[in-house]
């Protein structure tokens, strides 16, 4: 199956910093990525759809300017998140949809990035 | 409104058999997911339904009912490994996914 790669696995930072975060697809081209946040024994909360070459779409209420999102190649989405506060502390995960060629359609998901606001 | 539901817990022991159900309100509809996520890891993709009927893959098995708009998860031969919250997700079109709650799974000895 499709592979996407995230990194770092986890990040501890001090409140104020900005940290970035990387989502690449390793044996496919992915021109849409998909960015979620999970919360402990929560679901998956979509934050955004980064698109390859434009700009990412927001899902409501999610900060566009705090949660900065760039897709600058077909293989490569990476998630900033800027001025960084202990309630930004969570799970977050990044997948790329693939379609099997007849219509349906799966994701596949990095390994996902927990992030610690001290 | 956009809603998945399905049971927030269930308890099943080894070798058994457990269906976890899902029931949708979506405004558009192209598939039915099953994705399984073990506790600090990311979810990995199990099965797709797109057509009404029962698709197998080994234990694990699902099933849609588009006129219910309806479909589960079922698991033979239940194995302690199994323990994880299994969330359904329909394909909405337009590249989006929408994500039930999930369904933590205890599998006891």
């Known amino acids: 199956g499709a592979v996407v790669s995230q990194h770092p696995s986890w990040v501890i930072c001090k409140s104020g910093t900005s940290v970035k975060i990387e989502c690449r697809s390793l044996d496919f081209q992915a021109t849409t990525m998909f960015w979620y946040r999970q919360f402990p024994k929560q679901s998956l909360m979509l934050m955004a759809t980064s698109n390859e070459g434009s700009k990412a779409t927001y899902e409501q209420g999610v900060e566009k300017d705090k949660f900065l999102i760039n897709h600058a190649s077909l293989t490569l989405s990476t998630l900033t998140v800027t001025s960084a506060h202990p309630e930004d502390s969570s799970f977050y995960i990044c997948?790329?949809?693939?379609?099997?060629?007849?219509?349906?359609?799966?994701?596949?998901f990095g390994s996902g990035t927990q992030l610690s606001v001290l | 409104g956009q809603s998945l539901e399905q049971p927030s817990e269930v308890t099943a022991v080894e070798g058994a058999i457990v269906q976890i159900n899902c029931t949708y309100q979506t405004s558009g509809f192209y598939g039915l997911s099953w994705y399984q996520q073990h506790d600090g890891g990311a979810p990995t993709f199990l099965s797709y339904n797109a057509l009404d009927g029962l698709e197998e893959t080994g234990r694990f098995s699902s099933f849609l009912s588009r006129s219910d708009s309806y479909g589960y998860l079922l698991l033979q031969e239940l194995q302690m490994k199994d323990s994880a919250s299994y969330f359904c997700a329909v394909f909405t079109g337009g590249f989006k996914t929408i994500f039930g709650a999930g369904t933590r799974l205890f599998v006891k000895a």
């Open positions: 997948s790329a949809s693939v379609e099997d060629g007849t219509g349906n359609e799966k994701l596949f």
